[in-house]
T-cell receptor, first 115, second 112 residues
Framework: EAGVAQSPRYKIIEKRQSVAFWCNPI?????LYWYQQILGQGPKLLIQ????????DSQLPKDRFSAERLKGVDSTLKIQPAKLEDSAVYLC?????????????FGPGTRLTVL | DQQVKQNSPSLSVQEGRISILNCDYT??????FLWYKKYPAEGPTFLIS?????DKNEDGRFTVFLNKSAKHLSLHIVPSQPGDSAVYFC???????????FGTGTSLTVIP
């Protein structure tokens, strides 16, 4: 079974530029998560989708971050414009469902450096 | 507000000895706890979990202990192997919503 795919793996941009990340979850997984992991910290949830609907985006900085999951499969996370403090690894994860304790499977992440 | 805390950023252990990684939480609604292992340039991978109805769960060399009254859990690795060298994250969730709250991680180095 293929795991969670993410691209690109690395991205370097200058502040005020825009960037987009892509995630393809495990086939059949209804729930998709985007996490931000800043160096030295644990992953922090940015947004959670159930199929193509947003379940929780309370920690997403909506003035600059946006995410969508069209057709309930792939997802993109966009930052526009980027700030220095957005430098982090962006992790995508998926699980079978959101209710109950379903294991989350993580992709390899995208390391973003904002100069 | 950090609801899950791992107070030891790093730990070094000799091969063959026991590794003990600790985790504390503050939210009494958490009823499910997990440990994830992360190698450099990879995403976290699930290691072991425990429900709040138990106080111990074993899987091979890995055992997780839960002390609900102290809001504390620990991961024991016996015997430790060099391949166990990684960053270990503790995570917790409540039944509804399946959102995981992660600790800051402990970097384990197993010395051959």
């Amino acid at each position: 079974e293929a795991g969670v795919a993410q691209s690109p793996r690395y991205k370097i941009i200058e502040k005020r530029q825009s960037v987009a990340f892509w995630c393809n979850p495990i086939s059949g997984h209804a729930t998709l998560y985007w996490y931000q992991q800043i160096l030295g910290q644990g992953p922090k949830l940015l947004i959670q989708f159930q199929n193509n609907g947003v379940v929780d985006d309370s920690q997403l900085p909506k003035d600059r971050f946006s995410a969508e999951r069209l057709k309930g499969v792939d997802s993109t996370l966009k930052i526009q414009p980027a700030k220095l403090e957005d430098s982090a690894v962006y992790l995508c994860a998926s699980s079978l469902d959101r209710v109950g304790h379903n294991e989350q499977f993580f992709g390899p992440g995208t390391r973003l450096t904002v100069l | 507000d950090q609801q899950v805390k791992q107070n030891s950023p790093s730990l070094s252990v000799q091969e063959g000895r026991i590794s003990i990684l600790n985790c504390d939480y503050t939210n009494s609604m958490f009823d499910y706890f997990l440990w994830y292992k992360k190698y450099p340039a990879e995403g976290p991978t699930f290691l072991i979990s425990i429900s709040s109805i138990k106080d111990k769960n074993e899987d091979g060399r890995f055992t997780v202990f839960l002390n609900k009254s102290a809001k504390h859990l620990s991961l024991h690795i016996v015997p430790s192997q060099p391949g166990d060298s990684a960053v270990y994250f503790c995570a917790a969730s409540a039944w509804a919503g399946n959102q995981f709250y992660f600790g800051t991680g402990t970097s384990l180095t197993v010395i051959p």
